[in-house]
């Protein structure tokens, strides 16, 4: 009878065991799946022109330097990192200076670009949370970055195109000034000497001639 007890209680403990340490392989996996380094997709960047045009704006600089840091990270990482992009993000919200921005199309991309830092801010504090999760959300996070971008590279473009549209009415119009004068003088080579000494006499002498040869 003891050794039955024994038996069944060393079956126990072993069971026990089996399920203690399945429970931590399983910990140690979802703890692995958020240290591992991934490099994220590529995003809308500013072009040459668009750089040129926004030097000034240090808040945007300063955001565009510190988010290059989750090009590629792992998920732990970026969870330590975020709180400071939060800041950033807010201090880029803040420091529109240019008056080409001031619009609610650019404040809305602005807005959902927060909304999805402070999603990955809330990430950091779910123990549960996947690594694919968290590098989902990054994407989005340069997805709604490059939009952002795109958008400054739109207004830009438009701003050289109404220039290049207004150089180019200058110059036809400046053409077709030349030809016109070009025109003029040919007609007045074209008329017969007389004529030309006629027309080029005031408008008095003119009459007085016309009305003797009428008599």
């Not at 840091?69 to 969870?79: G, H, I, L």
């Not at 975020?82 to 650019?106: G, H, M, Q, R, W």
């Not at 007609?187 to 016309?210: N, T």
Request: proline share 2%.
């Amino acid at each position: 009878m003891n050794k039955s007890i024994l038996f069944f209680f060393m079956i126990f403990i072993l069971l026990f065991s089996c399920k203690k340490s399945i429970q931590t392989a399983k910990k140690e996996t979802v703890k692995s799946d958020k240290s591992i380094i991934v490099k994220h997709k590529t995003y809308a960047i500013l072009k040459d022109a668009s750089i040129k045009k926004t030097q000034n704006w240090v808040a945007y600089k300063n955001f565009n330097e510190f988010l290059k840091r989750f090009e590629t990270t792992s998920p732990n990482e970026a969870f330590s990192n975020v709180t400071e992009l939060k800041e950033l993000t807010k201090a880029l919200k803040d420091s529109i200076i240019i008056e080409d921005f001031k619009t609610p199309a650019f404040n809305a991309r602005l807005n959902v670009l927060e909304n999805e830092i402070l999603r990955l801010s809330d990430m950091s504090i779910i123990p549960a949370i996947k690594g694919d999760e968290v590098n989902n959300q990054i994407d989005k996070i340069f997805l709604v970055f490059g939009s952002l971008n795109d958008k400054i590279n739109t207004i830009y473009d438009q701003k050289n195109f109404d220039k290049e549209i207004d150089l180019n009415n200058f110059f036809k119009l400046d053409t077709i000034g030349e030809s016109i004068k070009r025109e003029e003088k040919e007609k007045i080579k074209s008329i017969p000497k007389k004529e030309k000494v006629f027309k080029d006499q005031p408008l008095e002498v003119k009459k007085r001639k016309q009305f003797f040869k009428i008599k």
